[in-house]
């Protein structure tokens, strides 16, 4: 079994990554894989909508990480998006990843669960998590929730490790994640799958 954590952050170490850390340490104690993707500090290329990914399973776009995290997710079985605050949203970075990754690729993250995380120096956090939780639901994804919302504060690794109760929420974050994942495993191996779920209805409610 294996959670891959994305790090929507310019910073290889920062805030965002203290964090996910902390996620990553309860999951290998737990006797599950981790790997930590970072999306560092090039440019990431938005979605255009231009929908040439329909039917192919990865993006038009080949020059950035998307494509082989596409791939990345079919054998991962949980995911948890971690993001900095940036004027009360999520960083721009990790909403274009999303986007293309779950435009391109979602059926690799359909029904598997999944969290995400914010960091911030103070407020902006609940509008943050709200953004990128909409790629978790829309995709059928069970998503995974702590013993607190899924943030921590501080302007430096040092002072998110000062914050007792989001480190805390970390943990116990990746305890739910971790009992998730194996309970899903034992339903495969009792011969219970994913449902196959239809989307066959469009409507447009302007009509």
């Known amino acids: 079994m294996k959670v891959l954590l994305f790090n929507g952050s310019p910073r290889a170490n920062g ?4 964090a996910l850390s902390e996620i990553a340490g309860v999951l290998g104690a737990q006797g599950i ?3 930590l993707l970072q999306i560092g500090n090039k440019p990431v290329q938005d979605c255009i909508g231009c929908g040439g990914c ?3 399973g990865k993006c038009v776009f080949a020059d950035d990480c998307v494509n082989e995290w596409i791939e990345k997710a079919k054998a991962a079985d949980g995911f948890v998006f971690g ?3 940036y004027y009360a949203h999520p960083s721009g970075r990790i909403l274009s990843t ?3 990754m779950f435009y391109a690729g979602g059926a690799n993250f359909a029904h598997k669960p999944a969290a995400v995380i914010a960091s911030a120096r103070r407020a902006g956090t609940t509008a943050t998590l709200d953004a990128i939780s909409k790629h978790l639901s829309i995709s059928q994804m069970p998503v995974i929730s702590s013993s607190y ?3 921590v504060h501080g302007n430096s690794p040092e002072e998110v490790r000062k914050d007792a109760e989001g480190m805390e929420t970390m943990r116990n974050l990746g ?3 971790a009992w998730i994942v ?3 495993e034992a339903g495969k191996q009792a011969g219970v799958p994913a449902p196959q779920t239809k989307k066959t209805e469009w409507t447009n409610f302007i009509r």
Do not use: H, Q, Y
């Open 15 to 18: 805030c965002t990554f203290t």
């Open 33 to 35: 894989e981790t790997e």
């Open 54 to 56: 329909a039917g192919k």
């Open 83 to 85: 993001t900095p605050v």
């Open 98 to 100: 999303m986007d293309r």
């Open 149 to 151: 919302w899924n943030m």
């Open 175 to 177: 305890l739910n994640l």
């Open 182 to 184: 194996k309970s899903i």
